[in-house]
C-alpha cells in the first residue's frame, strides 16, 4: 500500500529555515514525479514545487521560487522540501504528492508557522 509521511514542520521566526521530509513506502519514488503543495488557513491548496523522475527540470511557484528548494535520497526513498528565508505568509500545512500510474497520492501535512 502507497503511503507518503511528512515531518519536519514546526514553529519557526521569521527569515528561518526548515527542512521538510516526505518518507514512502509501497512506492520506489525514482522513478516518479513528486511535489509539495501547501494550504493556507481559509485558502485553496497552493501547488509551490514540482519535479521530474530525473529532477532534470523542476517547476516552483513564484512564491516560493529562489528560496525553497525540492529534493530526493532514493537510497532513503524520501523525499525533501528545504525551506529557507521564511516569511509568516509561507505560514501552512505542507503536503508533499506523488504521481503514480496516473493518480496523485498526498500525505497526511505537516503544519509550518512563521511568526513575524
Known amino acids: 500500500q502507497l503511503q507518503l509521511v511528512e515531518s519536519g514542520g514546526g514553529l519557526v521566526e521569521s527569515g528561518g529555515s526548515l527542512r521538510l521530509s516526505c518518507a514512502a513506502s509501497g512506492v520506489a519514488l525514482e522513478g516518479y514525479r513528486i511535489g509539495w503543495f501547501r494550504q493556507a488557513p481559509g485558502k485553496g491548496r497552493e501547488g509551490i514545487t514540482c519535479?521530474?523522475?530525473?529532477?532534470?527540470?523542476?517547476y516552483y511557484g513564484d512564491s516560493v521560487k529562489g528560496r525553497f528548494t525540492i529534493s530526493r535520497d532514493n537510497a532513503k526513498n524520501t523525499g525533501y522540501l528545504q525551506m529557507n528565508s521564511l516569511k509568516p505568509e509561507d505560514t501552512a500545512v505542507y503536503y508533499c504528492?506523488?504521481?503514480?500510474?496516473?493518480?496523485?497520492?498526498w500525505g497526511q501535512g505537516t503544519q509550518v508557522t512563521v511568526s513575524s
Open positions: 519535479t521530474s523522475v530525473t529532477i532534470g527540470t523542476t
Open positions: 504528492m506523488i504521481f503514480y500510474r496516473s493518480a496523485i497520492y
